[in-house]
């Protein structure tokens, strides 16, 4: 049985490389056929006899594959979504500090084996945290194919793809509006300036909304994109309780 040294707290000690795969196995809900893929996929590159043998190439992959998934899903949930807005989105779901924070979240922080002066998990930097996420996922991949990668992706980040997307939805009206317009109404919004008020360090700018040949209600705002927001705010809210009412007088 091989064993391997593991930076715990402030001292290293030896932990048996089965202990860990099986730990390791049932994170990730999936039995490997190749265990040493497993255990590659945990190996720093200090500890490894060269960085060929350490997990960087299995995150290289795996960061390919996270970004499938993660547009794919994408894809899938939002339909009538900008590729601006997926961009947006996918960017903040796949970056390194999300990756680590699941890589904490989970507990795969601690199953990474590291060699002497690394530091002590609660001191490792960000980018060593998501990266061993990338890689169990690139061995994941490899061991069992795109199907368990898939189901370990979502399953770690559907949480944070719905925040993501709710942020960029709730932050970004006029994005908003205008995946509404052209798909509902077959139109493009366009924002026109009304008026402005105030000294030349403290304006104020009203803007209006106009869809096709439909004016909708002004908002002021201290400047010409805060006002566009807000006026996109408006109008798709007037829309949308259109909808409404148009679905309750059906039902």
């Not at 990756?99 to 922080?109: K, M, N, S, V, Y």
């Not at 008020?197 to 009203?206: A, I, L, T, V, Y």
Request: with cysteine; net charge negative; glycine share 8%.
């Amino acid at each position: 049985m091989r064993f391997a040294a593991f930076a715990i707290g402030l001292w290293e000690t030896a932990v048996d490389q089965t202990e860990v795969s099986a730990r390791a196995e049932q994170l990730l809900g999936h039995t490997f056929q190749d265990p040493e893929l497993l255990l590659t996929s945990l190996t720093h590159s200090s500890v490894a006899n060269t960085r060929v043998e350490s997990n960087e190439r299995l995150e290289f992959l795996g960061d390919a594959v996270l970004g499938l998934v993660v547009c794919e899903e994408l894809y899938r949930r939002f339909g009538d979504w900008l590729e601006g807005d997926l961009t947006k989105v996918k960017s903040v779901v796949v970056s390194r500090r999300i990756c680590a924070e699941i890589a904490d979240e989970i507990g795969l922080t601690d199953l990474l084996i590291l060699g002497n002066g690394v530091g002590v998990k609660a001191a490792l930097p960000t980018s060593l945290r998501g990266a061993v996420f990338e890689a169990v996922i690139g061995a994941l991949f490899l061991d069992g194919g795109l199907d368990p990668a898939k189901r370990f992706i979502l399953a770690t980040m559907s949480a944070h793809l719905d925040r993501s997307a709710a942020s960029q939805t709730h932050d970004n009206f006029k994005s908003a509006l205008q995946q509404y317009a052209q798909r509902w109404l077959s139109a493009t919004p366009h924002y026109e300036s009304l008026d402005e008020q105030g000294p030349d360090h403290s304006k104020c700018f009203e803007i209006c909304v106009l869809i096709g040949s439909e004016r909708f209600p002004s908002a002021w705002g201290p400047s010409k994109k805060e006002a566009e927001q807000e006026a996109a705010k408006r109008a798709l809210e007037l829309l949308r309780e259109r909808d409404r009412g148009r679905a309750s007088s059906r039902g």
